[in-house]
T-cell receptor, first 114, second 115 residues
Framework: AQKVTQAQTEISVVEKEDVTLDCVYE???????LFWYKQPPSGELVFLIR??????QNEISGRYSWNFQKSTSSFNFTITASQVVDSAVYFC???????????FGQGTELSVKP | DSGVTQTPKHLITATGQRVTLRCSPR?????VYWYQQSLDQGLQFLIQ???????AKGNILERFSAQQFPDLHSELNLSSLELGDSALYFC??????????????FGPGTRLTVL
């Protein structure tokens, strides 16, 4: 069965610290897609990144970077030099090749204090 | 702004009532998805429509139904409401069927409160 686990329920850091959000997934498919979404206090869900299972290259976008390790079924998200505006709940999600539905983790609430 | 719109933003109603949530997908997107976010269940997939046809179904209650109209907007109908139906309901859309690299973009959500 498909499952996404975000073991960190809450993380609190001080501004400018680096922070890594963990995501571990389970699937029997060999082709699948992983996603990260951000839910700021205003409530909307904002798409951050999609990663295909056959592309293990890590990705960097500004202060954000993602580390995909198929061997450990993990897709971790790092924010460097965190800012107060990064405070949000972050969700990792899995979608198998043939399905439309996203399987979400429980989310990690990140609080960045000034 | 994802380009997905949802109305209303907030809805307060009583147990036993029926409500309709509306979603307009991004321009050009053919698939619409509905998700429910609650404190105890997290984010759960309810149902997907693709170009007017139901394509996938999740843990959607029998009291809930949805449809996608010819102009591709979608409505989620919730009836015989219970306190436990209070949640944030999201609509998402994607270009194609949802398979492969298709990415879902979410609307701002409708917060439903059942009193």
């Amino acid at each position: 069965a498909q499952k996404v686990t975000q073991a960190q329920t809450e993380i609190s850091v001080v501004e400018k610290e680096d922070v890594t959000l963990d995501c571990v997934y389970e699937t029997r498919d060999t082709t699948y897609y992983l996603f990260w979404y951000k839910q700021p206090p205003s409530g909307e869900l904002v798409f951050l990144i999609r990663r295909n299972s056959f592309d293990e290259q890590n990705e960097i976008s500004g202060r954000y970077s993602w580390n995909f390790q198929k061997s450990t079924s993990s897709f971790n998200f790092t924010i460097t030099a965190s800012q107060v505006v990064d405070s949000a709940v972050y969700f990792c999600a899995l979608r198998e090749l043939s399905g439309g539905k996203l399987i979400f983790g429980q989310g990690t609430e990140l609080s960045v204090k000034p | 702004d994802s380009g997905v719109t949802q109305t209303p933003k907030h809805l307060i109603t009583a147990t036993g009532q029926r409500v309709t949530l509306r979603c307009s997908p991004r321009s050009g997107d053919l698939s619409v998805y509905w998700y429910q976010q609650s404190l105890d269940q997290g984010l759960q997939f309810l149902i997907q429509y693709y170009n007017g046809e139901e394509r996938a179904k999740g843990n959607i209650l029998e009291r809930f139904s949805a449809q996608q109209f010819p102009d591709l907007h979608s409505e989620l109908n919730l009836s015989s409401l219970e306190l436990g139906d209070s949640a944030l309901y999201f609509c998402a859309s994607s270009v194609a069927t949802g398979e492969g690299p298709d990415t879902q973009y979410f609307g701002p959500g409708t917060r439903l409160t059942v009193l």
